[in-house]
């Protein structure tokens, strides 16, 4: 099940290719203003002594989008950590239901946080609550990005689940 180098990941269809396609430019987007930002506040730092103030802040906000969005484009591509002495031992047959297993007890973890960060974004929309920062960010705009995260790891983990019942070469 793993996938080869040479042609990617494997894919449960066009839908998980496009929404694969768009985590992808949406995290190198992400990295490229982190690394912009970091490398402006460093230069502004060191040569006039000057700090834009809001670096810390918006880098914070990049890395938390950066992990969520990371974390399924590893998983989609089976680069996670997987303690492959253990799993290899086990046949062919029991290897499938303990990855299903696996996938559909994460599917229910990032469900139910989904569903909870999903709230919390809405109490903090609703109260009107703000960052107590320099840019005074209302806290939902942060926060929208977990729910986002969990759902992104829910749906590549589906996938996961559909190319389990796939047959393979090895069968």
């Known amino acids: 099940m793993r996938p080869d180098i040479t042609t990617g990941p494997a ?4 839908l998980f290719d496009a929404v694969a396609r768009a985590t992808a430019v949406a995290t190198g987007l992400m990295l ?3 690394v912009t930002l970091v490398c402006l506040e460093a230069l502004l730092r060191g040569g006039f002594n000057y700090s834009l ?7 914070g906000y990049g890395v938390v989008f950066l992990t969520f969005f990371g974390a399924a484009l590893a998983l989609r591509g089976q680069a ?6 253990l799993l290899d031992a086990w ?20 469900v139910i946080l989904a569903w909870k ?3 919390l974004t809405l109490s903090s929309f609703s109260r009107g609550k ?14 929208i990005m977990l729910p986002l995260g969990f759902s992104v790891l829910a749906f590549f983990l589906v996938e996961q689940l559909l190319l ?8």
Do not use: N, Y
């Open 117 to 119: 960060t999903k709230d």
């Open 32 to 34: 490229v203003a982190l």
């Open 80 to 85: 996670m950590f997987q303690v492959h002495f």
């Open 130 to 143: 703000f960052a107590p920062t320099v840019l005074r960010t209302p806290l939902w705009i942060p926060q």
């Open 91 to 110: 046949p062919l047959g029991t290897r499938r239901w303990l990855v299903r297993a696996f996938v559909l007890i994460a599917l229910v973890i990032c």
């Open 53 to 59: 103030g809001f670096a810390e802040e918006l880098t």
């Open 11 to 14: 894919s449960a269809g066009p």
């Open 164 to 171: 389990s019942f796939r047959k393979s070469g090895d069968d």
